[in-house]
């Protein structure tokens, strides 16, 4: 499960970072600054396309950083069969891999989850354009 995890989700990120960001939804965090400040819609997205084409339930997991109890920073990955898989966790410093996929990475533990969510039960309508973006690259990469 490891390697099919990181072979797609190393793929999907080279996909997304190959489209201009002008042609994603205004809607969508990936036509501002990915990988920064692009983790939710990020992870959602490679949920569904893990969903879609893998029968991958992920759950989405967005989370706090909270140091001496305050809320310090959000963040965002997807979770399956125990993996963190995450496609930006190199937006913070510390963290030297593009992509992320681990059961124990220690970036992790700065994080309480505040929302966790399967895949199969939510996907946001404003993302289905860029989603269909996105799979339309990944189709023509498998071809």
């Known amino acids: ?9 190393e793929e999907f990120r ?5 489209i201009p960001s002008n042609e994603f939804s205004v809607t969508c965090q990936l036509h501002h600054s990915y990988p920064f ?5 990020s992870s959602m997205l490679l949920g569904k396309y893990l969903y879609d084409h893998f029968n991958i339930d992920c759950s989405y997991i967005a989370a706090s950083c909270l140091i001496e109890g305050k809320e310090m920073q959000t963040h965002a990955w997807i979770e399956a069969e125990g993996y963190k898989v995450d496609i930006t966790a190199d937006q913070f410093e510390g963290v030297n891999k593009r992509v992320v996929v681990s059961k124990d990475h220690p970036f992790y533990e700065w994080y309480e989850p505040k929302i966790i969510r399967k895949i199969s039960e939510y996907f946001p309508v404003e993302l289905i354009s860029s ?3 996105i799979v339309s690259e990944v189709d023509k990469m498998n071809i």
């Open 14 to 18: 080279k996909v997304i970072e190959s």
């Open 131 to 133: 989603y269909n973006r």
């Open 1 to 9: 499960m490891r390697e099919l995890l990181t072979s797609e989700a």
């Open 37 to 41: 400040a692009a983790c939710g819609d």
